[in-house]
Structure formats: structure tokens, C-alpha cells
T-cell receptor, first 115, second 112 residues
Framework: DVKVTQSSRYLVKRTGEKVFLECVQD?????MFWYRQDPGLGLRLIYF???????EKGDIPEGYSVSREKKERFSLILESASTNQTSMYLC??????????????FGSGTRLTVV | SQQGEEDPQALSIQEGENATMNCSYK?????LQWYRQNSGRGLVHLIL?????REKHSGRLRVTLDTSKKSSSLLITASRAADTASYFC????????????FGSGTRLLVRP
């Protein structure tokens, strides 16, 4: 069974801390994505990556960075956590084939609270 | 930026009834996808319909796509209490990117 694993289900961090959210997929997918989900705002794309060491900004990249050193792992970094980054963070991956687009596989999410 | 808008925002039905959710979008798409999310969990891909398709079925799910009206609908037939979840439509634009842009979702409650 295809899997995207996010390292933590719940996380509580202090304002100003550097926070790492880890995502690992075992499907050899090229594309990986980070979204945040907030009530009333839906899912918003933070960053995505089409290949190792590649990254592209999504709609709301401010305050975040990402790292993709290996194909299976895509990390989201909050350089200095702030309370407005309290949210549900969802990682996803998808297969890439020229001219064909597939559905995403999502992880279970990390609920981050910044205090 | 939100591409899709679901309607209704919330839907409550009795077990056994059909549930219909609608999605409208703004710009030309490559394909449209429907996802389900149980409370506090990740999203699960349900079905994908390409821009040159008009209807698609998967089990109790039926999806239609009208590109002239920029709209799609998801029909769940013979609903069950276990179908209670939020349902999202998501679009992939014609710009050849792989990004999914999600709508705001419909919360479905199926009463036993």
C-alpha cells in the first residue's frame, strides 16, 4: 500500500523556535507538496518540489523554507515559528509522467500549535 | 488562491439517501479531482476526471464535469454513516504544472 508518512501527528512549539516537519513517501514519486489547512481558508499550497534539490514557491511561502535532499523525503522548515503558523500541515506526493497527471497521496497531517 | 468553490458548504442527509455536492472553478483545467477528508486526518483521493471527459463512475460515486459551465458535481448514492466526512474538489490548471488547487469543501453528515 502506498504511503506518505508525516513524522508527528501533534506538535507544540514555542514562538521563535526553528521547527522541522518531516514527510517521507515510499512510492518513488517525483512530486511532493506541503499544504496548510485552516478553517474557512481551505488548503493552501506552501511549497512543492518536482525533483531532488528542486523547490518551487506555492501561494503562501513566507515564513517557510523546504529541503529535498533525497527523493523520498521533503522537509518543511519554519525558520522562526510564530503563533499565526498554528495550523494543520499536510504533505502529499504524486507520480509524474509527461502529459499525464495523477491524483495525490496525502499523509495524515501534523497539527502544529505555536505558543 | 482558491480556484474552486463547493456548494453547499454543509449537507445533512439520512442514511440511504443520495448526496450531491457541486464545485465551480474559474480558469481552464487539465483535470478535476475529488478528495475526502475524515475529521482531523489527511485527504484521500476519490476520483479524477479529465477535461475531455464528461462523466465518470467509481463504485457508489458518480462525477460529472461541464467545462462550458466550469463546474463539476459529485454524487454519492445510497449513502452510509461511514460516508460522513468533508469532500473537496481540486483542479489542475492548463499550465502543465502538477499543482492541485483546492476548493473550500463540503461537510457531509450522514445520519444513521
Amino acid at each position: 500500500d502506498v504511503k506518505v508518512t508525516q513524522s508527528s501527528r501533534y506538535l507544540v512549539k514555542r514562538t521563535g523556535e526553528k521547527v522541522f516537519l518531516e514527510c517521507v513517501q515510499d512510492m518513488d514519486h517525483e512530486n511532493m507538496f506541503w499544504y496548510r489547512q485552516d478553517p474557512g481558508l481551505g488548503l493552501r499550497l506552501i511549497y512543492f518540489s518536482y525533483d531532488v534539490k528542486m523547490k518551487e514557491k506555492g501561494d503562501i511561502p513566507e515564513g517557510y523554507s523546504v529541503s529535498r535532499e533525497k527523493k523520498e523525503r521533503f522537509s518543511l522548515i519554519l525558520e522562526s515559528a510564530s503563533t499565526n503558523q498554528t495550523s494543520m500541515y499536510l504533505c502529499a506526493s504524486s507520480l509524474a509522467r509527461t502529459g499525464v497527471i495523477y491524483g495525490y497521496t496525502f499523509g495524515s497531517g501534523t497539527r502544529l500549535t505555536v505558543v | 488562491s482558491q480556484q474552486g468553490e463547493e456548494d453547499p458548504q454543509a449537507l445533512s442527509i439520512q442514511e440511504g439517501e443520495n448526496a450531491t455536492m457541486n464545485c465551480s472553478y474559474k480558469t481552464s483545467i487539465n483535470n478535476l479531482q475529488w478528495y475526502r477528508q475524515n475529521s482531523g486526518r489527511g485527504l484521500v483521493h476519490l476520483i479524477l476526471i479529465r477535461s475531455n471527459e464528461r462523466e465518470k463512475h467509481s463504485g457508489r460515486l458518480r462525477v460529472t464535469l461541464d467545462t462550458s459551465k466550469k463546474s463539476s458535481s459529485l454524487l454519492i448514492t445510497a449513502s452510509r454513516a461511514a460516508d460522513t466526512a468533508s469532500y473537496f474538489c481540486a483542479t489542475v490548471l492548463m499550465d502543465s504544472s502538477y499543482k492541485l488547487i483546492f476548493g473550500s469543501g463540503t461537510r457531509l453528515l450522514v445520519r444513521p
